[in-house]
Nanobody
Framework: QVQLVESGGGLVQPGGSLRLSCAAS????????MAWYRQAPGKQRELVAA???????NYADSVKGRFTISRDNAKNTMYLQMNSLKPEDTAVYYC????????????????WGQGTQVTVSS
């Protein structure tokens, strides 16, 4: 059973940094695109950053120059380094990945983690 588990969230002061991790496990054959989304209270879930299996990245305009997405394919893990955090970055951050499991009769599927809370406040 494929699952994604996020870690690294917490409370940080404005201007601070956090590093989120997303570990995929459970009968994985290959992971294609991966991404981080976030959802603030009362708002829709939005794309923060995405990365292809080859390492190509794209970012929301609101985080460009402050956040860096990366992945370690050998460890089936994705990261989000968040610097210069602002109160408006406060949200639950979700990991998303397009994964094909070892049953090759099935196409790839979209998986989500349970989310990790990031709070930026003084």
């Amino acid at each position: 059973q494929v699952q994604l588990v996020e870690s690294g969230g917490g409370l940080v002061q404005p201007g601070g940094s956090l590093r989120l991790s997303c570990a995929a496990s459970g009968g994985i054959f290959i992971i294609y695109d991966m991404a981080w989304y976030r959802q603030a209270p009362g708002k829709q879930r939005e794309l923060v950053a995405a990365i292809t299996s080859g390492g190509r990245t794209n970012y929301a305009d609101s985080v460009k120059g402050r956040f860096t997405i990366s992945r370690d394919n050998a460890k089936n893990t994705m990261y989000l380094q968040m610097n210069s955090l602002k109160p408006e970055d406060t949200a639950v951050y979700y990991c998303n990945a397009d994964i094909r499991d070892r049953d090759l009769s099935r196409p790839s599927s979209d998986y989500w983690g349970q989310g990790t809370q990031v709070t930026v406040s003084s």
